[in-house]
Structures are given as C-alpha cells and as structure tokens.
C-alpha cells in the first residue's frame, strides 16, 4: 500500500522533444506528490509538486498531471534540453498518520536528453 | 530556498571503524530530519525521521544500534554509522523539514561513503 510505481526506468529523448515519466500509487491517504530530479552524487532537488485538489500544475516546461481516481501522476517535460538529463524521482506523502511526511519514492527514471 | 548542508561529502573508512555525518539546516531551524540511503542506480530508502530532542524513529529493518542518529539542536542532526562494513558503502542524504510547510522537504548534497 505504500508502494509509489514509477516507469520507466530509462528514457531517451531528442532535444526539443516531450519527456513523460509516470507513476502510480496504491495509498489513498497520500496528499502530496512532488517530483524530484537528481544529478549524479548530488541530493535530489524539487521540481514540482501538486496536490490532489487539482489535476494539472505547470511550471515553466515542466506539468504535472493528476488522474486522483486513477491513482496516477505524470510528469512532462516540454522542450526537453541536454541538460534535463538526469534521474527523476517521484514521491508521495501525507501529513497526517503514521506516514506524516515520510517520502515514498518511485524507483527512478534516467533521462536522457540527445542534442 | 531553504539550505540544508552535509558533512563531510565524502568518507573513506576502514572495516570495523565508525564514522560520523552531520546534516545542518542553514538557514531555518528543522525540528525533523530524514535520513536515507541510496545505493547505485536505485531510488532513495528512508533509514530512519530524525525529532529534535526525542529518540529517532527507524524503518523496518534499519538496525538503530548500527545506524545512531542524534538531533541535538534545530540545526544539526548527525548519523553515525558503527562498526562499518564494505557493504554499508553508500550514498547517504539527509532532508529537513520545512517548518511552515507539512510536506516540503529540503534535501542535502548527500555524503558518499566507502567502506575498505
């Protein structure tokens, strides 16, 4: 049930094209849904986050959509750039209960981004 | 936005030694830390959630004996590994929590650990 479902675990894609990672989880108490990106030895670093009371949040190139019936989010990445390449992580969490605030992690996808 | 720093960035240690980590919130005071472990090509795993002045609370299967964390002050958590051992050679991250937010947390640099 705490388990976050990421795929896929690798992802190459030509500059200037759209990158999509998705993910899927099984708790419905979980809240909270930010995406991390990850460089090589270095700690993962916010992107973009999204709650369940909407179904799309935009940030310059990057969106999330949220499908809450679904139990499903995704991330795209418009325009992708050379240096987009790096790991993408998805989580989710909850404020409240046991879990409050612990992360649960997707198991990871390396983006590759050709110029 | 907020900053959390990890010390030191890199440890090369002997079999049967302990090394420290320290993980500091720079600019806000964080009453709860994380602390994970990440191994080559894989996704992060929570070790155990660091609360200033009380007891960490540790995942199933971390050994709290083997893995001492200590959150004396709102600024500074540490992560002792005891007794290492090759396989406990990983990158180890810390986060802190935004104290105005439930859900955002902050992540180190991370602390890449070897065990010889």
């Known amino acids: 049930q705490q388990q976050v479902k990421q795929s896929p675990q690798s992802l190459i894609v030509q500059k200037g094209g759209i990158s999509i990672i998705n993910c899927a989880y099984e708790n419905t108490a979980f809240d909270y849904f930010p995406w991390y990106q990850q460089f090589p030895g270095k700690g993962p670093a916010l992107l973009i986050a999204i709650r369940p009371d909407v179904s799309e949040k935009k940030e310059g190139r990057f969106t999330i959509s949220f499908n809450k019936s679904a139990k499903q989010f995704s991330l795209h990445i418009m325009d992708s750039q050379p240096g987009d390449s790096a790991t993408y992580f998805c989580?989710?969490?909850?404020?409240?209960?046991?879990?409050?605030?612990?992360?649960?992690f997707g198991q990871g996808t390396i983006l590759t981004v050709h110029p | 936005g907020a900053v959390v720093s990890q010390h030191p960035s890199w440890v090369i240690c002997k079999s049967g030694t302990s090394v420290k980590i320290e993980c500091r919130s720079l600019d806000f005071q964080a009453t709860t830390m994380f602390w994970y472990r990440q191994f080559p090509k894989q996704s992060l795993m929570l070790m155990a959630t660091s609360n200033e002045g009380s007891k960490a609370t540790y995942e199933q299967g971390v050994e709290k004996d083997k893995f001492l964390i200590n959150h004396a002050s709102l600024t500074l958590s540490t992560l002792t590994v005891t007794s290492a051992h090759p396989e406990d050679s990983s990158f180890y991250i810390c986060s802190a929590r935004d104290p105005t937010d439930s859900y955002e947390q902050y992540f180190g640099p991370g602390t890449r650990l070897t065990v010889t």
């Open positions: 989580a989710a969490t909850s404020a409240g209960g046991t879990s409050y605030g612990k992360l649960t």
